[in-house]
């Protein structure tokens, strides 16, 4: 009997995935943007040179600057005047994506009032720790805003909403800013229910936004989360007791 009879069987391979020429051109393009090798604003290679540089198919660039595009990172402008300009991520880019999963999973008012009272104290903390004299000038102009739309309920849930995107701002801490500007637009359809914001709400949550501010003011990080926390479990309690169904976020 030879030797190969006692020969272990050959390993069985699997299929194996080669990733397209498209994606492997998007996934370098997108390494340059988000590193900042490619500056934001930047103008990218005209479609010709990437195509000469790379030594793809014209198809297959264009397909890779598509899925750059459809990412938020690239920018097309069409004619002979157009071009391909990289774009980092902007707060925008987390909005879609949070707005498509709320719409997508069915979030309801309850839990986006769940995400506030866990977050929103802890904000106001960091707002009045690292505050500038700038966040201040800010805050107290849309408190002014937002005192005088007390009889113009739209402008005013409007400034509300403002005004909780600019004590994140006062943070200075760039993920927090971006997840409540992000939110901004599903705070906004919350407060916005119908008869919700009468004008005994709208007293009573001036009346804590000017204590909240003033913990802020005198970086009083204990005080403006107590404040902060205080107001939204009120603000909770009373949307529970108005709304009977928990409302799904559109």
């Known amino acids: ?14 299929p194996i995935q080669v990733p397209r020429s498209s994606e492997v051109l998007a996934s ?25 540089q790379t030594g793809l198919s014209r198809g297959s660039v264009r397909e890779a600057l598509r899925i750059l595009q459809t990412e938020g990172l690239v920018t097309t402008r069409p004619g002979r005047l157009g071009g391909s300009v990289a774009r980092r991520p902007g707060d925008d880019a987390l909005a879609k994506y949070i707005g498509l999963f709320v719409q997508g999973r069915g979030i309801s008012l309850w839990s986006l009032l769940q995400v506030r009272e866990a977050l929103e104290p802890s904000i106001a903390a960091l707002a009045a720790a690292n505050r500038t004299k700038e966040d201040l000038a800010e805050l107290v102009a849309i408190s002014t805003r937002l005192e005088g739309a007390f009889a113009n309920v739209p402008a005013y849930l409007a400034e509300n909403v403002n005004w909780h995107v600019a004590v994140a701002s006062a943070t200075h801490n760039e993920l927090l800013r971006a997840f409540i500007t992000a939110i901004s637009s599903l705070l906004l359809t919350a407060s916005a229910i119908k008869n919700f914001a009468t004008e005994d709400v709208r007293s009573v949550v001036i009346k804590a936004h000017r204590r909240i501010l003033q913990a802020i003011v005198e970086r009083d990080a204990e005080a403006a989360s107590r404040r902060m926390a205080r107001h939204l479990a009120a603000l909770t309690k009373q949307m529970r007791a108005f709304v009977s169904a928990p409302a799904v976020l559109r």
């Open 1 to 14: 009997m030879s030797g190969r009879d006692h020969a272990p069987p050959a390993p069985k391979l699997g």
């Open 28 to 52: 370098q393009l997108r390494a340059h943007i988000l590193d900042g090798s490619i500056a934001d604003s930047a103008p990218l290679p005209a479609e010709r040179d990437l195509v000469i």
